[in-house]
């Protein structure tokens, strides 16, 4: 049975109104809300085509790190690792960094997919760690 789920399409900062069609609880197809206040029914090719990836069995659905003798390493394998580890190791180096080379050595770069919610709270962590750099991906 299909169901229509009406959202906000995630792919830039426009705010286009995009109905996922979902069957058995998989995206399997994606139309544009008609008469919505910001597109009026129509949707760009990323609006339309882009959620195909959702489903893909090559999507990473789990942190990944390159190891080598089980310590992070650029040679290493890439291998899957817990949240929590990736946490402390992000936690560590941002630190490291941050007192080896000052605050100017880190910066962030969100994403124009992430809600302002989210891009507010992401630069205001970087603010806080005393770092002005940061960007995004939404400058068209």
């Known amino acids: 049975m299909q169901k229509i789920v009406q959202t906000t399409c995630p792919y830039c900062g426009t705010g286009c109104g995009i109905d996922l069609i979902v069957e058995n609880g998989r995206i399997v197809d994606a139309k544009p809300t008609e008469n919505h206040h910001v597109n009026d029914g129509e949707l760009c090719l990323k609006g339309m085509f882009g ?20 310590e992070f390493n650029k040679e290493g394998k890439l291998e899957e690792v817990s949240f929590e580890e990736v946490y402390e190791f992000l ?19 969100s994403s124009a997919r992430s809600n302002n919610e989210d891009n507010y709270v992401f630069q205001k962590f970087f603010r806080a760690l005393g770092s002005n750099n940061v960007d995004h991906c939404a400058r068209l």
């Open 91 to 109: 936690g560590k180096t941002f630190k490291n960094s941050v007192e080896k080379y000052g605050p100017s050595s880190i910066m962030g770069f």
């Open 51 to 70: 959620w195909e990836f959702v489903n893909s069995p090559k999507r990473l659905t789990k942190p990944m790190m390159r190891k080598l003798n089980g």
